[in-house]
């Protein structure tokens, strides 16, 4: 069967749920918003574990949110999941005038900011930092809204100048723990982390997956702990420091 005849059986499953499950029945575009969150991380974790048979499930997953979403739209005569697929053809020949268009360009960078040009004028925005969803996890939104800067010209000449950044917003931070200031230290925190995504951004580093990975280890190396003080029937809640360190330094012998 062809790839568009199981978009089609997709969409016909879709329409029947829509009229005889209790479930899909009462969804709405509200209800609906936490599945598309989490259908898009766990697609995001199947490409960093390189699990291929997952991610052909998760994007399956992550397509059925868009097509409930199109439904329920239709539903209300508001558009159709035609209108969703037509609109994307539009853009992304619109957006690529050096691919579809006689527009000349030499390297990535120029094809990004055609892009934003085009999507700015486009859409007749007043800054070019709006359009940016306030829904994006902070280092993420962080990282979105420093490129869009940088775009203007509106950047670190070079590394050094983020490396000074960072000990000011650093010397800073300590100023306020002395000083014990709640509101300060909050703000000086930001501060800190956002010069540390610009430190990133700056060696082409994806600040969100960074973090991920350093999370990810934590959690291996964590469990290392505890799956080796289990070995001895030892808990964690009685077990020095010092040993937690010592299985720590351990773990980085046979964990990545």
């Known amino acids: 069967m062809s790839g568009e005849s199981e978009f089609v059986k997709l969409v016909t499953i879709m329409k029947r749920l829509r009229q005889e499950c209790p479930w899909d029945r009462k969804q709405t575009p509200q209800s609906l918003r936490q599945y598309i969150l989490e259908e898009a991380y766990e697609t995001v974790e199947a490409i960093d574990n390189e699990h291929w048979d997952e991610l052909r499930k998760e994007l399956g ?131 800190l982390l956002f010069s540390l995504i610009n430190l990133a951004r700056f060696q082409k580093v994806n600040a969100e997956d960074a973090l991920r990975k350093t999370i990810n280890k934590f959690i291996s190396r964590f469990q290392y702990i505890e799956h080796k003080l289990a070995e001895k029937n030892k808990s964690i809640y009685h077990t020095s420091l010092e040993e937690m360190d010592r299985l720590w330094e351990e773990s980085k012998k046979f964990l990545t």
């Open 61 to 191: 997953d992550l397509l059925l949110q868009v097509v409930f979403q199109a439904e329920i739209a239709e539903e209300q005569n508001i558009f159709s999941i035609e209108d969703v697929i037509h609109s994307i053809n539009e853009k992304l020949v619109r957006r690529h005038p050096h691919v579809f268009g006689n527009v000349k360009v030499t390297n990535e960078q120029e094809v990004k900011d055609n892009w934003e040009q085009i999507k700015l004028n486009e859409e007749q925005r007043s800054s070019l930092l709006e359009g940016i969803p306030r829904n994006l996890s902070g280092l993420l939104r962080a990282q979105r809204i420093q490129e869009k800067a940088a775009q203007v010209g509106f950047d670190w000449a070079d590394v050094k100048g983020v490396f000074a950044k960072i000990r000011e917003e650093s010397a800073e931070l300590e100023e306020a723990i002395q000083e014990k200031s709640p509101e300060e230290i909050e703000t000086e925190v930001g501060d």
